[in-house]
C-alpha cells in the first residue's frame, strides 16, 4: 500500500462509522429520517391516506436535514460557512486609530478608494 506522505490526514482520510459516513453524517441522517417518519404520520393521521403514500409527504421535510449534514462548502459544513459569511458581512468595516493622525477617526473598509458603489470610477 502506498500512502502519500503530502496529504492532509484529517481531510483525506476522515474517520468512518457507518458505510463510509462518519458520526456527524449519522447522526445527521437519523434526524432527517425521523422528521421524516414525524411528518408522514402527522400525514396520515390528518388525512387518513394509506401510510405508503404518506411517506411522500417526509420527503421535502428529510431533504434540508440531510443537505445540512452532508453539504460542504469550501471544505466546510454549512453551519460553519455560514458563520464565515456572517462575520464577513460584519467586518466589512472596521474602526481603528492610526498613529499618524491624531483626533481623527478614520473607518477601515473593504472597498476600493477609487470606486463608488455601484462600481464607476470616482471622476472619470
Not at 490526514?9 to 449519522?26: D, W
Not at 400525514?43 to 443537505?67: D, E, F, N, Q, S
Not at 460542504?72 to 458581512?89: C, D, P, R, S, V
Amino acid at each position: 500500500m502506498k500512502l502519500d506522505m503530502n496529504k492532509d490526514f484529517e481531510t483525506a482520510y476522515k474517520p468512518t462509522l457507518f458505510f463510509g459516513l462518519t458520526a456527524r453524517e449519522c447522526a445527521y441522517a437519523a434526524a432527517a429520517f425521523a422528521a421524516a417518519a414525524l411528518a408522514a404520520y402527522a400525514t396520515w393521521k390528518v388525512t387518513g391516506l394509506p401510510p405508503g403514500k404518506c411517506v411522500y409527504a417526509g420527503l421535502p421535510v428529510m431533504i434540508p436535514v440531510v443537505a445540512l449534514g452532508v453539504a460542504k462548502f469550501q471544505g466546510m459544513n454549512l453551519k460553519e460557512a455560514a458563520k464565515e459569511m456572517a462575520y464577513t458581512l460584519r467586518t466589512g468595516r472596521l474602526g481603528f486609530e492610526a498613529g499618524e493622525r491624531k483626533g481623527e477617526r478614520r473607518t477601515f473598509t473593504t472597498r476600493s478608494a477609487g470606486r463608488n458603489r455601484r462600481g464607476k470610477n470616482k471622476g472619470r
